[in-house]
């Protein structure tokens, strides 16, 4: 999943804070985990870029905001699977906090 094939559905300021904090939250996490396989790096990205879309749809624009909730996402889901997430919705509890 690309973050930029969702461009077209967002105002270009929503559009750019979300592409914000999907690279602000991906250096996060590289400086957190730097020995992930290649494998475990498309499935973060890929996770993040969900998470971020996700929350922005409930209209979440604030950068650090969106960084936040895609860390703690993505967090839970490593701790749970070792770094082998799986995609599905936010559920309503995270994007409420």
């Not at 494998?39 to 971020?52: E, F, G, H």
């Not at 604030?62 to 967090?75: F, H, M, N, Q, T």
């Not at 889901?77 to 309503?92: K, N, Q, T, W």
């Amino acid at each position: 999943m690309r973050l930029r094939n969702y461009s077209s559905y967002f105002r270009p300021e929503e559009f750019e804070a979300m592409m914000a904090a999907h690279d602000a939250a991906w250096r996060h996490l590289r400086t957190q985990r730097t020995t992930l396989s290649g494998d475990q790096v498309q499935v973060l990205k890929k996770n993040l870029a969900q998470i971020i879309l996700a929350s922005a749809c409930t209209g979440k624009r604030d950068v650090e905001r969106l960084k936040e909730i895609a860390l703690r996402g993505v967090s839970g889901r490593m701790l749970h699977r070792l770094g082998m997430l799986v995609p599905e919705l936010l559920s309503a509890a995270l994007l409420a906090t």
